[in-house]
Nanobody, 121 residues
Framework: QVQLVESGGGLVQPGGSLRLSCEAS????????MGWFRQAPGEQRELVAT???????NYADSVKGRFTISRANAKNTVYLQMSSLKPEDTAVYYC???????????????WGKGTLVTVSS
């Protein structure tokens, strides 16, 4: 079994900052690319940022310069530092990871259950 558990969401005022964390646990052999996605009410889930196992990053245009993705491989954890938050950043944020389990020959994609970020005054 593999689990991804997000934390760090909450209510923040416009212009504020939040840091999301996502820890992977279970019978993990290796973790490849990790990422964050978000889904606002009535909208489709969209990519926010990804980071490869070698820490190469990719960002959605809407968050470039405001959000920073990072990872701690020893902790099987990915982070999303969000700054200069806007009301349009309000969404449920989901963690995503490509994980190869012990004894398996291939990787699978796993998702967390999400953490709500609300940007409002």
């Amino acid at each position: 079994q593999v689990q991804l558990v997000e934390s760090g969401g909450g209510l923040v005022q416009p212009g504020g900052s939040l840091r999301l964390s996502c820890e992977a646990s279970g019978d993990i052999f290796i973790i490849g690319t990790m990422g964050w996605f978000r889904q606002a009410p009535g909208e489709q889930r969209e990519l926010v940022a990804t980071i490869t196992s070698r820490s190469s990053t990719n960002y959605a245009d809407s968050v470039k310069g405001r959000f920073t993705i990072s990872r701690a491989n020893a902790k099987n954890t990915v982070y999303l530092q969000m700054s200069s938050l806007k009301p349009e950043d309000t969404a449920v944020y989901y963690c995503n990871a490509d994980i190869r389990r012990k004894g398996m020959l291939y990787s699978m994609e796993y998702w967390g259950k999400g953490t709500l970020v609300t940007v409002s005054s």
